[in-house]
């Protein structure tokens, strides 16, 4: 069975703080993927990698930076935390096919105040 | 633009059946995915549709029409564990998943 461990189940933090969300998956995958998920607004995208040290942004990066220096650790990380980086987030990986699913850890409930 | 619309929310009674559909705009086409989602969980993948016609995978099946940009989640025999959101998903040129916004199956006893 695959297996997307993300550090933490809760997190609360103080604005302007630096957070760092760590993600590792045990199967060997190529893609890894950070989403935040807010109500009614379904999965939202931040970054994506395909290779370790490679990055792409996804739809909403304003504001997050990520690190793959490892093929099994995907690390999202908030720069300077402001109150509406509340939310949840959602690590995945997967292998590169598009048949392929995306696995999921169980998230990581960060709190902003 | 790329994008899915699905219901925001489906109702129906334990022991039915219910579908819940998915229309797609998108510039290619590389499949489509259902997830389920139980509440403070992760989405977990359910199905995956590359061709058209009906993929069947014990009471969950799930059908792809590509003329159509449409595709559907049948869920049969409900049960109260399948009170959950469903999110279809496609894959764009990147094989990152474009998700809809999830539809909220509620069961009725």
């Known amino acids: 069975d695959v297996k997307v461990t993300q550090s933490s189940r809760y997190l609360v933090k103080r604005t302007g703080e630096k957070v760092f969300l760590e993600c590792v998956q045990d199967?060997?995958?190529?893609?890894m993927f950070w989403y935040r998920q807010d109500p009614g607004l379904g999965l939202r995208l931040i970054y994506f990698?395909?290779?370790?040290?490679?990055?792409e942004k996804g739809d909403i990066p304003e504001g997050y930076s990520v690190s793959r220096e490892k093929k099994e650790r995907f690390s999202l990380i908030l720069e300077s935390a402001s109150t509406n980086q509340t939310s949840m987030y959602l690590c995945?990986?997967?292998?590169?096919?598009?048949?392929?699913?995306?696995?999921f850890g169980d998230g990581t409930r960060l709190s902003i105040l | 633009g790329q994008s899915l619309e699905q219901p925001s929310e489906v109702t129906a009674v334990e022991g039915a059946i219910v579908q819940i559909n998915c229309t797609y705009q998108?510039?290619?086409?590389?499949?489509l995915s259902w997830y389920q989602q139980h509440d403070g969980g992760a989405p977990t993948f359910l199905s995956y549709?590359?061709l058209d016609g009906l993929e069947e995978t014990g009471r969950f099946s799930s059908f792809l029409s590509r003329s159509d940009s449409y595709g559907y989640l049948l869920l049969q025999e409900l049960q109260m564990k399948d009170s959950a959101s469903y999110f279809c998903?496609?894959?764009?040129?990147?094989?990152?998943?474009?998700w809809g916004a999830g539809t909220k199956l509620i069961i009725k006893p």
């Open positions: 549709n590359g």
């Open positions: 199967m060997d995958h190529e893609n």
């Open positions: 990698s395909y290779d370790v040290k490679m990055k």
């Open positions: 995945a990986s997967s292998l590169s096919e598009p048949n392929q699913p995306q696995h």
């Open positions: 998903a496609v894959p764009d040129s990147n094989y990152q998943l474009i």
């Open positions: 998108t510039s290619g086409f590389y499949g």
